[in-house]
């Protein structure tokens, strides 16, 4: 299944802001955090389809994980 | 009590007298500094009912007790008046150092009365105080009176002044210092403009008492080091500034797009922080005292300058459809010069856009200009013409609720009480949604910032759908940031502090011998007396409300989709846990418990 992962504030590293991950069995946020060489204490703001999640969430084909370190106030 | 010098100035424009009188400590034991303090002056000198641009209204430049001291962020003052947008109290916080300048030259709270007969500026250097002609600096730019006034006055000293849209009475306009920190939101620029004072210059050498400097000392470290050990305060705000909340927003599906139309924003990444960093960015700057840094300073062109907000970004952005970065940090630039709130000047573009767009403004009312979503083009052009009053740019100067009322169709304004809302769609954020209807001043996220628990998880993660206990967090929410805004520091802080540590502040600058919830009581005392002079003034809870595009359009795609906000089940709960009655009235009783 593909998951697409976007990345932002300082997670963007080398300009890349978002990738497609395959993953061939079950995969859960922790596995994207995995492959992504971020650790689950770096993310202050993890959703899946724009709802908050935490690393069990299982993934589904064609979700989205968005990905924010510790930032924000407006 | 330490920590204010015990002086108002008392300015009369009319007769031009100058007045010295002492601080009433006994209120301000009660009613802190700032935000509170300056309502409880209000409330005495002031008729509610009063025209808000008339010269009976009076005009209040209002420190606390943090103002000038050493204390994490203690550089902040407030402009507090009757507003002419909403007609409720109004009261604009401002950073910077003008603040704590005045400060300086040991004075706590300036009262201007009355109207003066042509255009003045004031001079304070410590105690000596003008009136002088301002009739070169009138009609001029924000930058341009700045560096005038740098020309003529004492070195270092400080500036603040209205801009074109103040002296021309629009309704956004904001009154600016330090070219661009702005006391922006409810209209206060207009309220200086109609008393024809264009600006106050200030330069101090003194410092306010303090109460114990060791003391102070050992709180500073603590706090500077909650400050550094939180994510927000201590890595986010410095390194992206509060724009960065633009990509936030927009993957929640709660980042207002077409006025409100839509809640995502396809370009959203566009006009994000990360961009602005990347391609603008010079650096960070700072107000007084402050460890945070989030001010954006950007170069584009040949032109430098402050760079715009989260809020700015958003409603020159995606609440017009729009995804120049380019033209967005231009008409920033242009509402510092005009004297404009960014959020009621780029929220009221996006309701003349969708107007026009359905057709109740003609194109012969454009003067060959553009006003379509997703088009940048002239949205410089309009907000200087809101600042000049030129064409349709001078019903747009009234706001976005009177302009869409004068088409008759008042519901295509995104307001409450008339002020424009910011960028957090509530249908996504009920319990920001029920403190946007219920907030004395109107469509405002920093009386109490339901965002942090509901989006960014502090001090503790709420589901933000939910509705259930959102009025206890609303209620407390407002009355610890009424704490904060008459202390004179910055709200950022509550990122990393709570009330105990702002207990501790005051204790420590000004001796007093505050609990975490004793201060918390005089949050809520602020909190009642402002909604005393609303209801004084005619805003009656029938005004606690949310437009109706909130209330009964559901949000239509995206991560909120199907929403609309229930504030309907929120409010009597709310009205509840204030004391108030079910009509929302504050009762005998809890006035009493307050001591008003
Ligand atoms: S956090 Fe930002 S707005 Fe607040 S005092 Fe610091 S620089 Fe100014």
């Given at each position: 299944m593909?998951?697409?992962?976007?990345?932002?504030?300082?997670?963007?590293?080398?300009?890349?802001?978002?990738?497609?991950?395959?993953?061939?069995?079950?995969?859960?946020?922790?596995?994207?955090l995995?492959?992504?060489?971020?650790?689950?204490?770096?993310?202050?703001?993890l959703?899946?389809?724009?709802?908050?999640?935490?690393?069990?969430?299982?993934l589904?084909?064609?979700?989205?994980?968005?990905?924010?370190p510790?930032?924000?106030?407006? | 009590?330490?920590?204010?010098?015990?002086k108002?100035?008392?300015?009369?424009?009319?007769?031009?007298?100058?007045?010295?009188?002492?601080?009433?400590m006994?209120?301000?034991?009660?009613?802190?500094?700032?935000r509170?303090?300056?309502?409880?002056?209000?409330?005495?000198?002031?008729d509610?009912?009063?025209?808000?641009?008339?010269?009976?209204?009076?005009?209040?430049?209002?420190?606390?007790?943090m103002?000038?001291?050493?204390?994490?962020?203690?550089?902040?003052?407030?402009?507090?008046?009757k507003?002419?947008l909403?007609?409720?109290?109004?009261?604009?916080?401002?950073?910077?150092?003008?603040?704590?300048?005045?400060?300086?030259?040991?004075?706590?709270?300036?009262?201007f009365?009355?109207?003066?007969?042509?255009?003045v500026?004031?001079?304070?250097e410590?105690?000596?105080?003008?009136?002088?002609?301002?009739?070169?600096?009138?009609?001029?730019?924000?930058?341009?009176?700045?560096?005038?006034?740098?020309?003529?006055?004492?070195?270092?000293?400080?500036?603040?002044?209205?801009?074109?849209?103040?002296?021309?009475?629009?309704?956004?306009?904001?009154?600016?210092?330090?070219?661009?920190?702005?006391?922006?939101?409810?209209?206060?620029?207009?309220?200086?403009g109609?008393?024809?004072l264009?600006?106050?210059?200030?330069?101090?050498?003194?410092?306010?008492p303090?109460?114990?400097?060791?003391?102070?000392?050992?709180?500073?470290?603590?706090?500077?080091?909650k400050?550094?050990?939180?994510?927000?305060?201590?890595?986010g705000?410095?390194?992206?500034?509060?724009?960065?909340?633009?990509?936030?927003?927009?993957?929640?599906?709660?980042?207002?797009t077409?006025?409100?139309?839509?809640?995502?924003?396809?370009?959203?990444?566009?006009?994000?922080?990360?961009?602005?960093?990347?391609?603008?960015?010079?650096?960070?700057?700072?107000?007084?005292?402050?460890?945070?840094?989030?001010?954006?300073?950007?170069?584009?062109?040949?032109?430098?300058?402050?760079?715009?907000?989260?809020?700015?970004?958003?409603?020159?952005?995606?609440?017009?459809g729009?995804?120049?970065?380019?033209?967005?940090?231009?008409?920033?630039?242009?509402?510092?010069?005009m004297?404009?709130?960014?959020?009621?000047?780029?929220?009221?573009?996006a309701?003349?856009?969708?107007?026009k767009?359905?057709?109740?403004?003609?194109?012969?009312?454009?003067?060959?200009?553009?006003?379509?979503?997703?088009n940048g083009?002239d949205?410089?052009e309009?907000?200087?013409?809101?600042?000049?009053?030129?064409g349709?740019?001078?019903?747009?100067?009234?706001?976005?609720?009177?302009?869409?009322?004068s088409?008759?169709?008042?519901e295509?304004?995104?307001?409450?009480?008339?002020?424009?809302?910011p960028?957090?769609?509530?249908?996504?954020?009920?319990?920001?949604g029920l403190?946007?209807?219920?907030?004395?001043?109107?469509?405002?996220?920093?009386?109490?910032?339901?965002?942090?628990?509901?989006?960014?998880?502090?001090?503790?993660?709420?589901?933000?759908?939910?509705?259930?206990?959102?009025?206890?967090?609303?209620k407390?929410?407002?009355?610890?940031t009424?704490?904060?805004?008459s202390?004179?520091?910055?709200?950022?802080?509550?990122?990393?502090?709570?009330?105990?540590?702002?207990?501790?502040?005051?204790?420590?600058?000004?001796?007093?011998?505050?609990?975490?919830?004793?201060?918390?009581?005089?949050?809520?005392?602020i909190?009642?007396?402002?909604?005393?002079?609303n209801?004084?003034?005619?805003?009656?809870?029938?005004?606690?409300?949310?437009?109706?595009?909130?209330?009964?359009?559901?949000?239509?795609?995206g991560p909120?989709?199907g929403?609309?906000?229930?504030?309907?089940?929120?409010?009597?709960?709310?009205?509840?846990?204030?004391?108030?009655?079910?009509?929302?009235?504050?009762?005998?009783?809890?006035?009493?418990?307050?001591?008003?």
């Open positions: 593909e998951i697409e992962v976007r990345y932002f504030a300082t997670f963007r590293k080398n300009n890349i802001n978002k990738e497609t991950m395959i993953f061939i069995d079950e995969a859960t946020v922790g596995d994207v995995k492959q992504a060489g971020i650790e689950e204490k770096e993310v202050a703001i959703l899946v389809n724009g709802i908050k999640v935490n690393q069990i969430k299982k589904s084909h064609g979700d989205i994980v968005s990905l924010f510790p930032v924000g106030g407006g | 009590m330490f920590g204010y010098n015990g108002v100035l008392r300015i009369n424009l009319k007769t031009r007298q100058i007045a010295t009188e002492a601080l009433n006994e209120d301000a034991e009660k009613f802190i500094g700032g509170g303090l300056g309502t409880k002056m209000m409330m005495d000198e002031v509610p009912q009063v025209d808000p641009l008339s010269p009976e209204n009076k005009l209040l430049i209002v420190t606390g007790p103002t000038g001291n050493p204390v994490a962020t203690g550089g902040r003052y407030m402009v507090v008046t507003s002419p909403s007609g409720t109290i109004a009261s604009s916080n401002s950073g910077g150092k003008w603040g704590a300048e005045l400060k300086f030259a040991g004075f706590d709270v300036i009262i009365e009355d109207k003066a007969d042509s255009p500026y004031l001079s304070i410590d105690d000596k105080v003008e009136l002088l002609p301002a009739d070169d600096l009138w009609g001029t730019t924000v930058s341009n009176v700045t560096k005038k006034m740098q020309e003529r006055h004492a070195k270092g000293c400080k500036v603040m002044t209205i801009g074109p849209a103040g002296e021309n009475l629009s309704l956004i306009a904001a009154i600016m210092n330090d070219e661009d920190r702005a006391a922006g939101r409810s209209g206060v620029g207009a309220v200086m109609s008393k024809n264009k600006a106050i210059v200030v330069k101090g050498s003194g410092k306010p303090v109460f114990d400097k060791d003391i102070i000392n050992e709180m500073n470290k603590v706090q500077l080091a400050i550094k050990a939180n994510g927000v305060t201590g890595q705000l410095p390194t992206y500034g509060t724009a960065v909340l633009v990509n936030i927003l927009n993957e929640l599906g709660s980042l207002p077409n006025n409100f139309q839509l809640s995502q924003f396809a370009a959203a990444d566009d006009i994000g922080g990360e961009k602005l960093a990347e391609n603008y960015l010079i650096k960070n700057t700072a107000c007084y005292r402050c460890p945070i840094a989030c001010g954006r300073y950007v170069r584009i062109g040949d032109q430098e300058g402050g760079g715009p907000e989260y809020e700015t970004l958003w409603a020159f952005g995606s609440d017009c729009i995804n120049d970065l380019d033209a967005i940090i231009k008409a920033n630039h242009w509402c510092n010069e004297g404009l709130d960014t959020i009621s000047a780029g929220s009221t573009i309701a003349a856009i969708e107007l767009e359905k057709g109740y403004i003609k194109e012969d009312e454009l003067d060959g200009l553009k006003l379509e979503f997703g083009t949205i410089i309009w907000t200087k013409r809101m600042g000049y009053r030129q349709l740019g001078n019903k747009m100067a009234e706001g976005s609720y009177r302009l869409a009322e088409y008759g169709v008042p295509f304004s995104m307001t409450v009480k008339k002020l424009e809302l960028a957090y769609d509530p249908r996504g954020v009920q319990g920001q403190q946007y209807a219920t907030t004395n001043r109107g469509g405002c996220h920093v009386r109490g910032y339901l965002i942090s628990p509901e989006v960014l998880g502090m001090p503790e993660q709420l589901d933000r759908f939910a509705t259930e206990g959102k009025e206890t967090w609303t407390i929410f407002q009355d610890l009424a704490v904060i805004d202390l004179g520091v910055c709200l950022f802080t509550s990122f990393a502090l709570g009330a105990p540590d702002y207990a501790d502040m005051y204790n420590a600058i000004s001796g007093t011998h505050h609990t975490a919830e004793s201060i918390l009581q005089v949050g809520e005392r909190w009642n007396i402002e909604k005393m002079f209801l004084k003034a005619g805003i009656l809870p029938d005004q606690d409300t949310l437009p109706e595009r909130l209330l009964h359009e559901p949000i239509a795609e909120s989709k929403w609309v906000h229930k504030l309907d089940e929120m409010l009597p709960k709310y009205y509840e846990v204030r004391g108030w009655s079910a009509e929302g009235m504050p009762t005998e009783e809890k006035l009493k418990e307050l001591g008003l």
